[in-house]
């Protein structure tokens, strides 16, 4: 039990971020994953919904339209009541709150494992790490001209934790980049 009490908890920042909390965390293999599933979701979604209710997404659109030219609440309800009342609403409500509830499901997921795969990860690199050392591997201090090696003088050890630090942490680009392609991707779907 206390494997599986490690394994799981909860995590507020993935819950509300999903992939993005991942790619933050830089877990890219796990985040990359999670973003090709809400992806295909997505347009599975949109296909569903354009085969299966288009009065309503047309109306919607429209709705769209006439909300952009206008400030006539009285219009727009209008509008939104005669959505409401189209033959294929309900199949268009029906798909949607079917994807509400499968995406909530997969960020709960995601929140409840979250702190396990982080901690799966970053101990899957130490011991990567530890493996290629054992084999014979040293590390090597690229961004030090020799002058500044001689004067540090870094053993293997602190060259290893200079390695993981950096390796570690956050990354700030990661998810402000997944979100700039996720943009992207839904504007080509949409």
Same mark, same amino acid.
């Given at each position: ?37 809400? @992806? ?19 109306? @919607? ?44 499901? @997969?960020?709960?997921? &995601? ?10 990860? &970053?101990?899957?690199? @130490? ?64």
């Amino acid at each position: 039990q206390e494997q599986t009490k490690a394994k799981t908890g909860w995590n507020w920042g993935a819950f509300f971020f999903s992939h993005y909390y991942l790619f933050f965390r830089k877990m890219y293999k796990q985040a990359i994953t999670l973003f090709c599933v809400n @992806i295909t979701i997505s347009s599975v979604l949109n296909l569903l919904v354009m085969k299966l209710a288009p009065l309503t997404v047309e109306a @919607i659109g429209e709705l769209q339209r006439v909300a952009s030219a206008t400030t006539d609440s009285a219009a727009l309800l209008e509008k939104v009541n005669s959505i409401q009342g189209l033959s294929d609403f309900s199949t268009f409500r029906n798909i949607y709150l079917a994807f509400t509830a499968l995406m909530l499901l @997969i960020r709960i997921t &995601v929140a409840v494992f979250a702190d396990g795969m982080y901690k799966h990860t &970053v101990t899957d690199m @130490i011991k990567k790490i530890n493996e290629q050392l054992e084999s014979g591997a040293a590390f090597s201090t690229p961004t030090l001209t020799p002058t500044e090696e001689e004067t540090f003088n870094l053993s293997q050890e602190q060259l290893r934790r200079l390695y993981l630090a950096k390796r570690g942490g956050v990354s700030v680009w990661a998810p402000c980049a997944a979100y700039i392609f996720s943009y992207l991707i839904s504007m080509l779907i949409g």
